[in-house]
């Protein structure tokens, strides 16, 4: 026992150093912001390409980022926008979005981080879910207003945690039930698909509380919470027909490699391959800390994808 202390301490002082470090880096600010709807929340930070990826030039793949945070109102895109520069240092062309998250606060919900007894809710119902459509559907057009160095036909979508989940449902849209007014015809132009330790399974996720329950939160808490599901979960929304990369950190005390297996497991079972690519001693934070090894294997997997 006294060992097995010994190790659960020093997970958590190994997670702690890792989310210190994620958080250390100074917000940067895009080279433009657009509006994708009235509400402040609604809208797209870009950042150009730092440099060519290939020798003749031309127009870079569009990466697509949608942040984490357990979808409350608290985490916002500044805390990806470190992540956004290192994608754009490596040539990409990169849209940040910002979406609508829970802002009220209910007892005995604590933050995203545990701290506290009280915290937001995570997620608005159907607000954050018509925000990532919105963004999703507006983006090529705000692309040629203001990123004309992006190519919208080597579009990637990544998203970290949460916003994991918001990449794989992004993806997931054609598959929506028929009266979900988010989905679409057709499956989105994407290349693919990089979730960064996604809450890619609802069910598993709820069952190992992730977030404090914010799964449940996000769906409009117990009562609507089944009922919800098949809008929500992209468990339940396979196969896409889009190439999917899950990168998982083995240590992950967050959101737990077995979200991502179980949401693999599914894609099997609906006859889709989906990358899980797991990195050894790595938590949560690493996957988007620009100085973690782990982040210049997320900028690869993106790499294979967008060309």
């Known amino acids: 026992m006294p060992d097995d202390a010994a190790a659960r301490a020093a997970a958590e002082a190994r997670a702690a150093a890792e989310e210190e470090s994620a958080f250390s880096h100074a917000a940067v600010d895009p ?81 995203a981080t545990g701290a506290g007894d009280v915290g937001p809710v995570a997620g608005r119902w159907p607000e954050t879910f018509d925000d990532v459509a919105a963004a999703m559907d507006a983006l090529p057009a705000l692309v040629r207003e203001f990123l004309p160095q992006a190519d919208p036909r080597r579009m990637v979508v990544t998203g970290h945690s949460a916003g994991g989940h918001l990449a794989l449902w992004a993806a997931a849209r054609h598959l929506l039930p028929a009266d979900a007014v988010w989905r679409i015809d057709r499956p989105a132009p994407l290349r693919g698909v990089v979730a960064l330790a996604p809450i890619a399974d609802f069910t598993v996720a709820e069952k190992l509380d992730v977030c404090r329950g914010a799964c449940r939160q996000l769906l409009g808490g117990e009562e609507e919470f089944t009922a919800r599901l098949p809008y929500a979960d992209p468990a339940l929304l396979l196969p896409t027909g889009i190439a999917t990369t899950l990168v998982q950190g083995r240590a992950d005390t967050v959101v737990p490699q077995a979200v991502a297996e ?43 994808l967008a060309w």
């Open 31 to 111: 080279d433009t912001t657009a509006a994708y709807g009235d509400d402040p929340d609604q809208v797209i930070d870009f950042y150009a390409p730092r440099e060519a990826l290939s020798p003749g030039g031309g127009l870079a793949p569009l990466i697509v980022v949608l942040h984490g945070g357990a979808w409350r109102a608290p985490y916002d895109r500044r805390h990806v926008t470190p992540f956004a520069d290192f994608l754009a240092r490596r040539g990409f062309a990169v849209a940040n979005v910002e979406y609508r998250r829970g802002g009220v606060s209910l007892p005995g919900q604590g933050a």
């Open 262 to 304: 179980a949401y693999a497991d599914a894609a099997a079972k609906a006859g889709e391959v989906v990358g899980l690519t797991l990195l050894e001693d790595v938590g949560h934070f690493p996957l988007i800390d620009p100085a973690a090894d782990a982040c210049a294997v997320v900028a690869e997997e993106i790499a294979q």
